[in-house]
């Protein structure tokens, strides 16, 4: 209760301030209570003889923070008796589970923290300014418990704070500032609160759940509307002059990069009005144990993708091509599939397509890997691992069967193998095809190491990153392995055919 003095009768409030004050450690002495009245300091032991969990100083990724978890009726409770200053719709949100606590049963949180805020410097310019400020926010343990408020003029109403002549000033922002709902309406994107859930995953069975508003601030008063004519602020709000020259603030999400060793980032996106539902393990009962509640969007870097795969298959066909033209000039008269298998088997065309492909894998291993791991692949990207996979197997397997002085071919298996080609081929890239946009996150939970610069080896792999992703096993030797357990099908194949073969002429 000491502490949200610090945020009394303001929206918003200070960064630096707030982070001394809220990073001392929880010692009583290092305190002082005598601006508490008794009627609050009696509350304040109420709550604790209750259970409250209230947390403060600074946590494990250095932010200090102010959380306070309890019931719906305990949060509305502090937040009056502390005069707070919070949003209309979260105190709405709050007086709706008091009426209706009994149709889905949850604990709630109140967070006052500090978040970065984004402002226009320079007009019809997407290089916003930034600044960090604390503002508060309550949410529902179960993210489908929270009620669907929506800001309307009975709820709070609105006033004229700034007019800009007819200048809308989110005509133009950073595209980060167009990924998730805010409270406010403008010209930014209209982006749905709801979002689908798997009912697997969320208390009730819910298919669908209700993300909270980012919000914005002009002068440390909540913003309504942003448009042509101006500005508007709530109508309770009077501005200070400390946050009038930042003008207009809006909430930014929060970057959490995934990035390989090679310097390509998955840029995740959160909403960073961060939820969690609170847990103690038994085994370790000086600690609080958080689940998150997140709601993310992603997108990748752009980065050129080599054609070579694609230059590689070329070669292959015109190789192919060339073969046939040089046996047929000469009207040799052999079977197709003997035609193919001669010119598969010249070692030193093998050795090029197959070096090529393997330095094209090796130096794009984490690329791939990371764009699979996260749903991110381009079409680009699938059809470069289609005919990766492709070249790769067919000239590994070649070399593999081929033999120094006079060759001798082995049509069956040849011609196994050229039928399964083609068909592995379709596979591969109707596989990759089908899971384009689903993350398999397997590959970053079982073959893979998130490093971080801080630590000796993120030093040494990450670059100018902050963390990075390591990978234990890279593409050519998935490719590789898979490569030879198909050969070994073809061989099964060739060999089951030989053997009908040979008893047919038995036989006979």
Same mark, same amino acid.
Request: one cysteine or more; proline letters at 3%.
């Given at each position: 209760m000491l502490k949200h003095k610090l945020i009394e009768n303001v929206a918003i409030t200070s960064a630096p301030p707030f982070f001394t004050f809220t990073s001392l450690a929880p010692n009583v002495s290092l305190y002082d209570f005598s601006s508490?009245?008794?009627?609050?300091?009696?509350?304040?032991?109420?709550?604790? @003889?209750?259970?409250?969990?209230?947390?403060?100083? /600074?946590?494990?990724?250095?932010?200090?923070?102010i959380v306070v978890t309890g019931t719906a009726q305990e949060l509305l409770s502090i937040i009056n008796m502390a005069k707070l200053n919070l949003s209309p719709q979260m105190v709405r949100e709050l007086e709706l589970a008091i009426e209706h606590a009994d149709e889905c049963v949850t604990g709630w949180t109140m967070m006052s923290v500090v978040r970065l805020f984004q402002y226009p410097i320079a007009r019809d310019s997407k290089e916003f300014g930034q600044v960090p400020a604390v503002d508060t926010h309550v949410f529902p343990d179960?993210?489908?418990?929270?009620?669907?408020?929506?800001?309307?003029?009975?709820?709070?109403?609105?006033?004229?704070?700034?007019?800009?002549?007819?200048?809308?000033?989110?005509?133009?922002?950073?595209?980060?500032?167009?990924?998730?709902?805010?409270?406010?309406?403008?010209?930014?994107?209209?982006? #749905?609160?709801?979002?689908?859930?798997?009912?697997?995953?969320?208390?009730?069975?819910?298919?669908?759940?209700?993300?909270?508003?980012?919000?914005?601030?002009?002068?440390?008063?909540?913003?309504?509307?942003?448009?042509?004519?101006?500005?508007?602020?709530?109508?309770?709000?009077?501005?200070?002059?400390?946050?009038? #020259?930042?003008?207009?603030?809006?909430?930014?999400?929060d970057d959490i990069p995934l990035c390989s060793t090679g310097d390509v980032c998955i840029h995740n996106f959160f909403n960073s009005l961060w939820e969690w539902e609170h847990y103690i393990d038994p085994n370790v009962p000086n600690r609080v144990g958080i689940n998150l509640n997140t709601f993310r969007s992603r997108y990748a870097d752009r980065v050129s993708i080599s054609i070579l795969p694609g230059l590689v298959v070329a070669q292959m066909l015109a190789s192919r091509i060339i073969s046939l033209y040089q046996v047929m000039s000469h009207k040799r008269s052999v079977l197709l599939t003997q035609i193919w298998a001669y010119r598969c088997q010249?070692?030193?065309?093998?050795?090029?397509?197959? @070096?090529?492909?393997?330095?094209?894998?090796?130096?794009?291993?984490?690329?791939?890997?990371?764009?699979?791991?996260?749903?991110?692949?381009?079409?680009?990207?699938?059809?470069?691992?289609?005919?990766?996979?492709? @070249?790769?197997?067919?000239?590994?397997?070649?070399?593999?069967?081929?033999?120094?002085?006079?060759?001798?071919?082995?049509?069956?298996?040849?011609?196994?193998?050229?039928?399964?080609?083609?068909?592995?081929?379709?596979?591969?890239?109707?596989?990759?095809?089908?899971?384009?946009?689903?993350?398999?996150?397997?590959?970053?939970?079982?073959?893979?190491?998130?490093?971080?610069?801080?630590?000796?080896?993120?030093? /040494?792999?990450?670059?100018?990153?902050?963390?990075?992703?390591?990978?234990?096993?890279?593409?050519?030797?998935?490719?590789?392995?898979?490569?030879?357990?198909?050969?070994l099908v073809a061989s099964l194949i060739a060999y089951g055919d030989r053997k009908s073969a040979i008893q047919l002429k038995l036989g006979i």
């Open positions: 508490l009245s008794d009627e609050v300091l009696a509350f304040s032991e109420a709550l604790d @003889a209750n259970g409250t969990l209230c947390q403060s100083s /600074k946590n494990e990724w250095g932010t200090s923070l179960y993210t489908e418990c929270r009620p669907v408020v929506e800001i309307t003029d009975e709820l709070v109403g609105s006033k004229l704070a700034l007019d800009t002549e007819g200048r809308d000033l989110l005509e133009v922002v950073p595209d980060q500032l167009k990924l998730f709902p805010y409270s406010f309406t403008s010209s930014l994107p209209q982006i #749905s609160r709801s979002a689908p859930a798997d009912k697997s995953k969320t208390k009730n069975g819910a298919t669908t759940v209700v993300q909270s508003y980012f919000r914005a601030y002009y002068g440390g008063c909540r913003v309504r509307a942003v448009n042509t004519t101006g500005v508007f602020i709530e109508d309770t709000c009077e501005g200070s002059k400390h946050w009038l #020259s930042y003008g207009l603030m809006v909430h930014s999400p010249n070692g030193v065309m093998q050795v090029i397509y197959l @070096a090529q492909v393997m330095y094209h894998l090796i130096y794009n291993s984490d690329l791939y890997l990371l764009g699979l791991a996260t749903g991110t692949l381009t079409t680009a990207s699938i059809a470069n691992l289609t005919c990766s996979f492709f @070249a790769f197997s067919y000239s590994f397997i070649n070399l593999v069967k081929a033999r120094s002085g006079d060759q001798r071919l082995d049509r069956r298996f040849r011609l196994t193998w050229e039928v399964m080609q083609v068909a592995i081929t379709l596979c591969v890239g109707s596989v990759l095809r089908s899971i384009q946009h689903t993350p398999i996150g397997s590959i970053l939970s079982q073959n893979a190491e998130i490093l971080r610069k801080t630590s000796a080896r993120g030093a /040494k792999y990450c670059g100018l990153n902050d963390a990075c992703v390591l990978f234990t096993i890279n593409i050519p030797t998935v490719v590789s392995l898979l490569s030879v357990a198909l050969a």
